[in-house]
């Protein structure tokens, strides 16, 4: 059942639209504990903002960067982020598994981050693989992909994103109350004397 007190905002910007299904299923998570809301990353008024009580921001990327909607959501939660708690997530083209992928992606992720408000200090910044098109790749990245063995085709992850979505209802998920110990036993009364009959 969801948690009608806690809000979460699902931003995500999105090129080709694989970036936004991977929204839609962390969203699709979240819900099963908490009320959300997903929608494209992108201006919005500070009021509607400050109704979400965390936020969950992610981006394909381009270029080592963010698009600019999902930049320019983290400039108008700037504000409210040293309250509240954001996730940040990327979709790029490589799958993070593997050594040299895995690298790969921590620095993709670092080179990210410096496009980012400076004083953003999110939860996690999770890289997640995307759907890979060699379309209109320059020759540059096409050399790129065949150094990170990674070829076209469709790199989502679904279950470590699901399990990523989980593992942030869980952090948002209020901490059960205390349990309250039970009222000592009173003393047992005293044994009554016994009348005994003469003999």
Request: aromatic share 6%; proline share 11%.
């Amino acid at each position: 059942m969801a948690n009608p007190g806690r809000r979460v905002l699902v931003a995500s910007a999105s090129a080709g639209g694989s970036t936004a299904e991977v929204a839609e299923r962390i969203a699709a998570r979240l819900r099963a504990s908490l009320e959300v809301e997903v929608r494209p990353a992108g201006p919005a008024p500070a009021a509607d903002l400050d109704r979400f009580d965390a936020f969950v921001v992610g981006s394909a990327v381009h270029d080592m960067a963010w698009l600019p909607p999902a930049r320019e959501l983290l400039q108008l939660l700037a504000p409210v982020l040293g309250e509240r708690p954001v996730w940040l997530f990327s979709v790029a083209g490589i799958d993070p598994s593997g050594r040299v992928r895995r690298w790969l992606a921590r620095q993709e992720v670092a080179r990210i981050a410096q496009g980012l408000p400076r004083d953003l200090r999110p939860r996690e910044h999770r890289a997640f693989g995307g759907v890979v098109r060699m379309d209109g790749v320059p020759l540059w990245g096409r050399l790129f992909y065949r150094l990170a063995r990674q070829r076209a085709g469709d790199h989502r992850d679904w279950a470590a994103i699901e399990s990523w979505a989980d593992d942030i209802a869980a952090a948002l998920r209020p901490a059960p109350a205390p349990a309250t110990s039970a009222p000592a036993a009173p003393d047992p009364a005293p044994p009554r004397p016994t009348r005994r009959n003469p003999c």
